[in-house]
């Protein structure tokens, strides 16, 4: 089978895990600041907070913003679930925003739209969470504008988009944003096995995601609230976890990044080869705004159902059976019955519920070779023709 996503560890990824593990430190020792500096560097923000998980990322996200009981957090459909669930860990509730018929984003229209009605029932949402799906970034500089007019905090879920670029800046330096996360599982176009990381330019959000990471505990004697008792003293401030992320999967991290640009390329070339390979079938292509220069973590199409004799069922189980590893991102996060049980209705989200029908990612990952390409390719009009 032909994988949708993978890995790409080289040797030099490998002996920098093993340096580690015959070093002093496991957890907690010099690799996880170094990471952390990487990770500025590459976004141009100021601090970031690694964690053991983007999950955990996305929750101490929404608890350094406030987000608790009786609290609205707005987010996409057509995500993960973990970009939900961050809300409900923290007691608050969720609502979605219909997404873009073409980029398959939250929707800057519906939004607005939402948000007019939200402020006549007095349901403004505290933090929206728009999700840069399959690396393609957000409208981000529409939802900044409505966040300053609705007054409501925004978190990109940028898991997909480590490398992206928004107006030909680095997703992640926050420019239109109070927090960004990011997500390091091996799907996604760099590892550290699992883990994940927020950026923010905000010195007090980094100070309590820092805080939230580990327990809520401090050594730094400016923020206690008396005079330490001697070295060995710490103080905990808040109910926070054990969220951290360890010297391991850091140093995994920091050489994976230096190939972050050479796996985005590859991503590039790849999706590039696929956009003129398949112009001909009856599906509809990613389309890419002027805006955004996409990180490529997933190639998503949506089948022209009207033109095909085929469901999309049975298209998907004749790839899969053919070898291609295709997979279906997601099914709306509000048809989970979870979900179902706060009881959403599918008649809002008419986009969401049409892309659902006609999507499919087929494989896009660094090592996918040119004749593994050219078998998904050849693989896709037999299957649609
Ligand atoms: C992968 C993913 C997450 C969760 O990431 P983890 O690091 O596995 O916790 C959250 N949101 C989106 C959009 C994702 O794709």
Same mark, same amino acid.
């Given at each position: 089978?032909?994988?949708?996503?993978?890995?790409?560890?080289?040797?030099?990824?490998?002996?920098?895990?093993?340096?580690?593990?015959?070093?002093?430190?496991?957890?907690?020792?010099?690799?996880?600041?170094?990471?952390?500096?990487?990770?500025?560097?590459?976004?141009?923000?100021?601090?970031?907070?690694?964690?053991?998980?983007?999950?955990?990322?996305?929750?101490?996200?929404?608890?350094?913003?406030?987000?608790?009981?009786?609290?609205?957090?707005?987010?996409?459909?057509?995500?993960?679930?973990?970009?939900?669930?961050?809300?409900?860990?923290?007691?608050?509730?969720?609502?979605?925003?219909?997404?873009?018929?073409?980029?398959?984003?939250?929707?800057?229209?519906?939004?607005?739209?939402?948000?007019?009605?939200?402020?006549?029932?007095?349901?403004?949402?505290?933090?929206?969470?728009?999700?840069?799906?399959?690396?393609?970034?957000?409208?981000?500089?529409?939802?900044?504008?409505?966040?300053?007019?609705?007054?409501?905090?925004?978190?990109?879920?940028?898991?997909?988009?480590?490398?992206?670029?928004?107006?030909?800046?680095?997703?992640?330096?926050?420019?239109?944003?109070?927090?960004?996360?990011?997500?390091?599982?091996?799907?996604?176009?760099?590892?550290?096995?699992?883990?994940?990381?927020?950026?923010?330019?905000?010195?007090?959000?980094?100070?309590?995601?820092?805080?939230?990471?580990?327990?809520?505990?401090?050594?730094?004697?400016?923020?206690?609230?008396?005079?330490?008792?001697?070295?060995?003293?710490?103080?905990?401030?808040?109910?926070?976890?054990?969220?951290?992320?360890?010297?391991?999967?850091?140093?995994?991290?920091?050489?994976?990044?230096?190939?972050?640009?050479?796996?985005?390329?590859?991503?590039?070339?790849?999706?590039?080869?696929?956009?003129?390979?398949?112009?001909?079938?009856?599906?509809?292509?990613?389309?890419?705004?002027?805006? =955004?220069? &996409?990180?490529?973590?997933?190639? /998503?199409?949506?089948?022209?159902?009207?033109? +095909? !004799?085929?469901?999309? %069922? #049975?298209?998907?189980?004749?790839?899969?059976?053919?070898?291609?590893?295709?997979?279906?991102?997601?099914?709306?996060?509000?048809?989970?019955?979870?979900?179902?049980?706060?009881?959403?209705?599918?008649?809002?989200?008419?986009? =969401?519920? &049409?892309?659902?029908?006609?999507? /499919?990612?087929?494989?896009?990952?660094?090592? +996918? !070779?040119?004749?593994? %390409? #050219?078998?998904?390719?050849?693989?896709?009009?037999?299957?649609?023709?």
């Amino acid at each position: 089978m032909i994988p949708y996503g993978k890995q790409d560890i080289n040797q030099q990824d490998i002996d920098a895990v093993v340096d580690v593990l015959t070093s002093d430190f496991l957890t907690q020792g010099p690799k996880v600041p170094l990471f952390e500096k990487t990770i500025t560097d590459i976004t141009d923000s100021k601090y970031a907070i690694a964690v053991n998980s983007a999950t955990s990322a996305l929750h101490i996200a929404c608890l350094a913003l406030g987000v608790g009981k009786g609290d609205i957090v707005w987010t996409s459909p057509i995500t993960f679930v973990a970009s939900a669930n961050c809300a409900l860990y923290c007691g608050a509730s969720v609502d979605f925003v219909d997404i873009d018929a073409d980029t398959y984003n939250l929707s800057p229209v519906a939004l607005e739209e939402k948000l007019k009605q939200a402020k006549l029932q007095n349901k403004l949402p505290k933090v929206l969470i728009p999700v840069h799906l399959a690396g393609q970034p957000c409208e981000m500089h529409k939802i900044h504008l409505l966040s300053q007019e609705y007054g409501f905090k925004v978190i990109e879920d940028a898991s997909h988009a480590i490398g992206a670029k928004y107006k030909k800046q680095p997703v992640g330096n926050c420019q239109y944003s109070d927090i960004t996360v990011f997500s390091f599982h091996p799907v996604k176009i760099v590892t550290t096995a699992e883990g994940g990381v927020a950026t923010t330019n905000n010195k007090l959000l980094a100070e309590k995601m820092q805080l939230l990471r580990s327990h809520g505990i401090t050594r730094d004697e400016s923020q206690m609230t008396e005079p330490s008792h001697g070295e060995w003293y710490y103080q905990q401030l808040e109910l926070g976890f054990n969220y951290r992320i360890s010297d391991l999967h850091a140093a995994l991290g920091i050489s994976q990044l230096t190939r972050l640009q050479e796996f985005v390329e590859k991503r590039s070339v790849l999706a590039e080869k696929y956009n003129k390979a398949l112009t001909h079938l009856p599906i509809i292509l990613p389309k890419q705004l002027k805006s =955004a220069a &996409s990180s490529w973590h997933l190639y /998503i199409i949506r089948l022209k159902l009207t033109a +095909l !004799s085929k469901s999309q %069922q #049975q298209i998907y189980s004749e790839l899969r059976n053919a070898g291609i590893g295709v997979n279906l991102h997601y099914i709306p996060v509000y048809q989970q019955p979870f979900y179902q049980n706060m009881g959403f209705d599918k008649k809002y989200f008419p986009e =969401a519920e &049409s892309y659902y029908q006609s999507a /499919i990612s087929i494989p896009l990952h660094p090592q +996918l !070779s040119a004749a593994e %390409q #050219q078998q998904v390719i050849n693989c896709l009009e037999q299957i649609l023709i």
